[in-house]
């Protein structure tokens, strides 16, 4: 469903991260050109796939999803969690799992483990477990610290808690909003109906960096459909 868009151009807050440093640094305008400019990946059978449509469709299974989910850490055996999650909240179960094994590290993260928080914004509160699988509210400069406090606020005091909570806020906030629709990976990161505003990560490599979890399970779950959106710039 092609839709004209003013062409996104760099921001100082676009970042990619070094290997040699390993470090996040600020990235240049071929480097962004490289990922914004849809010519790029229209064509591409890979990376088409930053272009799938994020709203909820059948066809993923729980078995397929826990085969998927199997070995993942915090996130093994809740297939069922995901369909749920994904289905209250309108969103595609594939690209769920998707983003939460990328953000989790294969369910592996501190924050997808559990954080006991003691206090929040400087006041002690009674101490709980909680869990963040999306990275929401972590930021960069703290991340266990800012995500852990966010998902106590939010009551994530369960992994199936974080699931639903953390869909919950993609949806309302970028795939089912009705503001922004940022209803595609590229979207949700370059926000091309306004350039530069409401973007969900500053790394430009971000919804490229989805991608191959993305196919691999749209690959094995062979009954889900697929859309795509593809972004037509001015």
Known sequence: ????HSFPTRRSSDLYQNTNTWTWDAANSSMIKQYVNPANII??????????????NDGASVSD???VLSGKGVLSGKGQGFINSAKNNNINPIY???HAILETGNG???????????SVDGKAV????????????AYDSNANKYGSEYAYKQGWFSVDAAINGGANFISKGYINNASTNQNTLYKMRWNPASPGTHQYATDIKWSYNQVNNIKSLVEKCTSSLTYFDVPVFK
């Not at 469903?1 to 004209?4: I, S």
């Not at 009674?126 to 509210?137: A, E, K, Q, S």
């Open 108 to 118: 592996t993260s501190t924050l997808a483990n559990g954080i006991i928080v003691r």
């Open 96 to 98: 769920l799992i998707s």
């Open 1 to 4: 469903t092609p839709c004209e």
């Open 43 to 56: 064509n591409d059978a890979y990376r088409k796939y930053e272009l799938l449509k994020l709203s909820y």
């Open 126 to 137: 009674t101490p709980r477990v909680v869990y963040n699988l999306f990275g929401i509210g």
């Open 65 to 67: 999803l826990n085969k």
